[in-house]
C-alpha cells in the first residue's frame, strides 16, 4: 500500500485516483516506472565505464598509473569543493592530538586548505592550525577539520569562529591570487 503524494491518502488496491484531492495514481506510477527505468539505465552505463576504466588501468605502465591517480585525486577533490583552491606553498604548524607537526599547505581557498604531509590522520578529526603569509600577516590560529586524506597529505575545512579568522583567510588568499596573474 502506497500513499497519495499530494494529500497522504492511503491507497487502496485497485484505486486509479485518490478519492480526496483526484491525483491520477496511473500517472504517478507511470512516471515511477520511468525513474527506475532511467535509474537502470544510467547504472549500466556506468558499470560499462568502469569496465573499459578497469581494462585500460590493467594496461599501464607504472608511471602512467602514478599520473592518472595524481589525475583523478585531483578531480576527485574539487567535486564539492565552493571555493576554488589556489596553489601555494606555505609552511604551517598544526596540532592534532597535543602533538605538533610542521608542514606545507599546497593549496588553500576560503573554505579550507590541502596540507602535504606524509603523516597518517583520521578524517572527521580536528586540528589547530597556525597561518601566515610571509611578511604579510601576522601568524594566527584557526582550528579545521580534516575532510579528505591521501598518500600527499590531508585536505582540512576552516572551522572559524570569528569574522577576524574569515578576514584573515580572505586576505590570504586574495594575496595569493594577486601573485598568480
Known sequence: MSQCP???????AGENECPRCGV????????KDLEKAAALEKQK??????????MIIREMSDKQLDALLKQAE???SKKDRQYPRIPCL?????????????????????????IQT???????QEILMTLSLAHYHKPFKVTGEIRRTSPQGIGIEFKTTSNIQQEMIRSIVSKLAEFKK
Open 90 to 114: 606555505i609552511s604551517t604548524d598544526y596540532k592534532f592530538r597535543d602533538q605538533i607537526y610542521s608542514d606545507y599547505i599546497k593549496n588553500i581557498s576560503l573554505g579550507g586548505a590541502f
Open 6 to 12: 499530494k494529500c497522504g491518502h492511503d491507497r487502496q
Open 118 to 124: 606524509a603523516q597518517s590522520f583520521p578524517t572527521g
Open 74 to 76: 585531483d578531480i576527485f
Open 24 to 31: 491520477d495514481f496511473a500517472i504517478i506510477d507511470q512516471k
Open 45 to 54: 552505463a556506468r558499470a560499462g565505464v568502469i569496465g573499459r576504466l578497469n
